[in-house]
T-cell receptor
Framework: EPEVTQTPSHQVTQMGQEVILRCVPI?????FYWYRQILGQKVEFLVS????????KSEIFDDQFSVERPDGSNFTLKIRSTKLEDSAMYFC??????????????FGDGTRLSIL | AQSVTQLGSHVSVSEGALVLLRCNYS??????LFWYVQYPNQGLQLLLK??????LVKGINGFEAEFKKSETSFHLTKPSAHMSDAAEYFC?????????????FGKGTRLSVIA
């Protein structure tokens, strides 16, 4: 079964450094998402992306965050200047369009980001 | 705004016992509802979904959930727990609307299964 893949599985970065988290969504999916889960807390929505532009973003997704689909397969999340509170598990998800809007989102295994 | 409440951050059951994980949602109209499971060091895997068809939804691994509009609930059940069911379970709601509508998750319930 097709999967969403994320790399790296664990990223350790110094505070203030830029970090790029990478995702390869399922190939025929057109909706893409980033979520994060701070340790011990709920999964929170960051941003959704469709047709090469951001569709919706949460309050968490401030100017330090950006997303990009640089080619036909990758979907990236960049944090420009990381803060300690950015430490979390980041999940990428994708969703197909066939079958209507109620299709489920498929999640990757996540990237654990640790800011030192 | 949509929200999800999962009662009980930790549920412990004996192997073979009934599993009941509670989820209540808040929404102005009946939304789409999902249950996801997260095994240690893994991502979120879809267990089942409710999308306004049958109110009793069957999912993978013997789990099922019943949508009750009058109670705004979507509780997850399994008749007989197995050791392999130990994981974190998340209920999520998605508003009706555009295809890119995000999921809103509950805080999760950790299920422990005792031999």
């Amino acid at each position: 079964e097709p999967e969403v893949t994320q790399t790296p599985s664990h990223q350790v970065t110094q505070m203030g450094q830029e970090v790029i988290l990478r995702c390869v969504p399922i190939s025929n999916h057109l909706y893409f998402y980033w979520y994060r889960q701070i340790l011990g807390q709920k999964v929170e929505f960051l941003v959704s992306f469709y047709n090469n532009e951001i569709s919706e973003k949460s309050e968490i997704f401030d100017d330090q965050f950006s997303v990009e689909r640089p080619d036909g397969s990758n979907f990236t999340l960049k944090i420009r200047s990381t803060k300690l509170e950015d430490s979390a598990m980041y999940f990428c998800a994708s969703k197909g369009v066939r079958g209507g809007n109620n299709q489920p989102q498929h999640f990757g295994d996540g990237t654990r980001l640790s800011i030192l | 705004a949509q929200s999800v409440t999962q009662l009980g951050s930790h549920v412990s059951v004996s192997e073979g016992a009934l599993v009941l994980l509670r989820c209540n949602y808040s929404s102005s109209v009946p939304p789409y509802l999902f249950w996801y499971v997260q095994y240690p060091n893994q991502g979120l895997q879809l267990l089942l979904k409710y999308t306004s068809a049958a109110t009793l939804v069957k999912g993978i691994n013997g789990f099922e959930a019943e949508f009750k509009k009058s109670e705004t609930s979507f509780h997850l059940t399994k008749p007989s727990a197995h050791m392999s069911d130990a994981a974190e379970y998340f209920c999520a709601v998605m508003a009706l609307g555009e295809g890119n509508t995000p999921l809103v998750f509950g805080k999760g319930t950790r299920l422990s299964v005792i031999a």
